[in-house]
């Protein structure tokens, strides 16, 4: 082992969970029976269930930092962080004592407050595409406004979407969507219309010859492009080089719009987004997660002119009761006034962190013999327990032994460990891991692949 591995003790307070005695899930087992009765599948996000991982999921109690206590007391180290808001962990004391000096103060007015300028201003200073945001309640809700928007703007009907990026669930976004569609399995949704669909192309991830074909033949009728710029709804997939920088031409050539679904890299991969990073800027970008601080809060926005079509000053109509909600918006600005103080050096953090568990992740796997390609990209990771040499498209993400990555995810649960439970779905790490957590988990992990052996 190298790096952070060979030199660092493991905290005595994390001991326990690094220990492979049983865990008691009673609570659990008989909350999640009970859940079962009353609501479909037991859970209100089907991934949740742990279909794709077999056992039963774990209640939550509570979080702490980089911790989680289920309803029966033990302790996980937690990678999922929420899917992805948690980045400063769970109940940070700055933004608890924020929302509750908040809550005193009233949960909703359903008319307008300057705690909503002061983010909207902070998202436009920090995300190159937004120039105008406004806010919503999801990440569901930002994407399928943002997509009437760009309807609305051009006139045309054609969207464009690409296999095993996961845009929410409105219906005409369900083709071909990883999450918990891919989870699931699920060839199609019922409930969506053919004809709802009709309009939607799909393409594959990262095929710049595909995407290129395809706005030659129909450019002039496509009135969006979205795309998630790093992808980590089939597992983490960045993009190759290049293909963010075609997608932008085609669609500049093509006068659609590009849409950058920022859901989960947005304040993630950099305070700016994806975009930031990788240096390509699209006409508009969705927000969720980590903008709203943990609570439920969604954004979409992008160039002026494209955002002066929608209501009350252009006539591509959308609203909410809760949009912009008093609560959700102070639990949002705390976490990026945290973020702002952590600078460069949070980030660069992050994908240290990043980088050391994918490293330790492959040297461990490589010991036991077990192939796996994992894509990480600064604070998401995936583990593919799969044979190709690399994992850039859903295709090769779906050529996963989901079996063995089940296996895998067991073994580390009941070492305390909290990974998403699917091969489809990117671990999301966050800022305020330990040197001391970071062996932990690695050491696990170490153990988990071993066991896979047996
Ligand atoms: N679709 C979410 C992640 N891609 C999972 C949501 C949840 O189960 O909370």
Redesign the pocket.
């Known amino acids: 082992m190298s790096g952070l591995l060979g030199s660092i003790l493991v905290n005595s307070m994390h001991a326990k969970t690094n220990e492979s005695e049983r865990m008691n899930r009673e609570t659990s087992q008989h909350l999640f029976a009970q859940a079962k009765e009353v609501i479909p599948g037991g859970?209100n996000?089907?991934?949740?269930a742990f279909r794709a991982v077999g056992g039963d999921p774990v209640f939550i109690e509570r979080g702490e930092g980089a911790w989680l206590i289920d309803a029966d007391g033990n302790r996980y180290l937690d990678l999922i962080g929420?899917?992805?808001p948690l980045i400063m962990g769970h109940a940070h004391p700055r933004i608890i004592s924020a929302v509750q000096a908040q809550l005193a103060r009233g949960t909703t007015f359903g008319a307008p407050t300057a705690l909503e300028v002061e983010l909207a201003m902070e998202i436009v200073k920090a995300v190159p595409s937004i120039e105008k945001v406004r806010l919503v309640s999801s990440g569901t809700e930002a994407t399928m406004s943002a997509i009437r928007v760009a309807r609305g703007y051009t006139g045309r009907t054609k969207i464009v979407k690409f296999e095993g990026n996961?845009h929410g669930h409105a219906d005409f976004l369900l083709a071909k969507a990883?999450?918990?569609v891919a989870t699931l399995g699920l060839p199609e949704c019922a409930g969506v219309p053919t004809a709802v669909t009709a309009d939607t192309i799909t393409l594959p991830f990262n095929d710049i010859v595909a995407l290129r074909e395809l706005f030659a033949l129909h450019g002039e009728s496509i009135a969006c492009v979205i795309v998630e710029p790093v992808v980590?709804?089939m597992g983490c997939v960045p993009p190759i080089s290049g293909f963010l920088e075609a997608l932008r031409e085609v669609t500049i050539a093509s006068r659609s719009v590009l849409i950058f679904d920022e859901v989960?890299t947005g304040f993630r991969l950099s305070y700016g987004g994806a975009q930031a990073r990788f240096g390509v800027t699209p006409d508009m970008t969705t927000l969720g997660k980590i903008v709203g601080g943990g609570m439920p809060l969604g954004a979409y926005g992008g160039k002026r002119e494209i955002m002066d079509t929608v209501a009350p000053v252009g006539p591509v109509y959308q609203a909410g009761t809760l949009s912009g909600n008093p609560i959700a918006v102070t639990a949002g600005l705390a976490m990026l006034s945290l973020l702002r103080e952590g600078g460069e050096a949070l980030y660069a953090r992050l994908d240290q962190v990043g980088t050391t568990l994918a490293e330790n992740f492959r040297e461990s796997a490589r010991n036991a013999n077990i192939p796996v390609v994992v894509n990480q990209y600064g604070s998401m990771l995936t583990v593919f327990f799969t044979e190709q040499d690399s994992v850039t498209d859903y295709t090769a993400a779906k050529s996963s032994d989901t079996q063995r990555f089940a296996q895998w995810f067991r073994a580390l649960l009941d070492s305390g460990i909290y990974f998403p439970p699917s091969q489809f779905?990117a671990a999301f790490l966050s800022a305020i891991l330990t040197d001391a957590e970071v062996v932990l988990l690695s050491e696990t992990a170490d153990r988990a692949f071993q066991s896979l052996k047996e």
């Open positions: 859970v996000s089907p991934v949740r929420s899917w992805g996961y990883g999450s918990g980590g709804n989960m779905e």
